[in-house]
C-alpha cells in the first residue's frame, strides 16, 4: 500500500514560461509560431536529449545549449542562423528573467494528498537554488522530506539518491510511489530500489514513442485518481 509519494522538480512540479520566451526570439527573425508549437517543440527537444544525453539538461548550460537550440529548431522546422539565436535568447533572458513557477494545481494537489494522509517528499537533480524554488511558489511546506542531488552529492538515476531519501523518511520502496517526467532518470533509477512509478508526459506519448511504459499520466492534477481517489475537490479546483 502507498503511504509515500515522492516528487520530481523540474517541469513535475514547476515549470518556467520558456515557450513565451523563445516565440519573442522568434518574432525578432520575423518568424512566427503559436506557443502550442513551440511547447511540443520543447518537449520533444527535451525528450530526445533525456534518451540519447542522459544527464546533459542538468549541466551547465553553456556546454550544450546551441546543440539544444538547433535541436528545438529542427522540431519547429526552422533553419536558422544558431549562435545568433543563441545570443538573441541569452538577451532575452536578460530582459526577461524566466522564472520557476508552479504548475496550475500543483500546490492544491499535495494539499489534497496530505488531505488523504500521505506523506510527501521531493527528490530532485537540482543545484543550489532548489529549495529557493520550493519556497516562492510555497510548495516547501507541503514537503516533509526534500532530497536534492547538489545537497547530496548523489544524481538520478543512481539508486543511492532513491535509498537515501527512503532511509531518511523509513519507508520501504514498496510504499512509495515516485512522480517525475524523464523516464530514464525517474523511472529506470527508482524502479531499481523497487518503488513504484508514475510517469508524467504532458502530450500523450510523443516524446517516448520509443517506450511501452505505463501508467503515464498527464501532470500532477492525475495522481490521486491514480492512487484510487477522486480528481481534485471542485472547491479546491476553483481555488487555483
Not at 538520478?156 to 532511509?167: C, E
Request: charge should be negative; aromatic fraction near 12%; glycine fraction near 8%.
Amino acid at each position: 500500500m502507498i503511504q509515500y509519494v515522492w516528487f520530481d522538480l523540474g517541469y513535475t512540479l514547476v515549470r518556467t514560461n520558456r515557450e513565451e520566451a523563445y516565440q519573442k526570439v522568434l518574432e525578432r527573425f520575423g518568424v512566427f509560431r503559436n506557443v502550442g508549437e513551440i511547447a511540443i517543440a520543447y518537449h520533444r527537444a527535451d525528450k530526445l536529449f533525456m534518451r540519447d544525453y542522459p544527464g546533459v539538461l542538468g549541466k551547465d548550460s553553456r556546454a550544450f545549449f546551441p546543440w539544444y537550440i538547433g535541436t528545438l529548431n529542427y522540431f519547429l522546422r526552422l533553419s536558422l542562423p544558431i549562435e545568433e539565436v543563441v545570443q538573441a535568447q541569452r538577451s532575452m533572458a536578460q530582459e526577461c528573467p524566466v522564472e520557476w513557477r508552479a504548475y496550475d494545481g500543483a500546490r492544491e494537489t499535495l494539499q489534497y494528498l496530505r488531505s488523504l494522509g500521505y506523506r510527501l517528499g521531493l527528490i530532485s537533480n537540482w543545484d543550489e537554488s532548489a529549495r529557493t524554488v520550493l519556497a516562492r511558489n510555497g510548495l516547501d511546506e507541503l514537503l516533509d522530506e526534500i532530497v536534492v542531488s547538489s545537497e547530496v552529492g548523489i544524481e538520478k538515476p543512481h539508486p543511492d539518491i532513491f535509498r537515501l531519501a527512503l532511509s531518511k523518511v523509513g519507508v520501504s520502496a514498496s510504499e512509495s510511489l515516485y512522480v517525475g517526467d524523464n523516464y530514464y532518470d525517474d523511472v529506470i533509477g527508482s524502479q531499481k530500489v523497487g518503488m513504484h512509478c508514475l510517469l508524467i508526459n504532458a502530450h500523450g506519448n510523443r516524446g517516448i514513442e520509443e517506450l511501452s511504459y505505463h501508467p503515464v499520466i498527464a501532470g500532477i492534477q492525475d495522481v490521486a485518481e491514480y492512487l484510487g481517489h477522486a480528481r481534485l475537490p471542485l472547491e479546491m479546483e476553483m481555488n487555483r
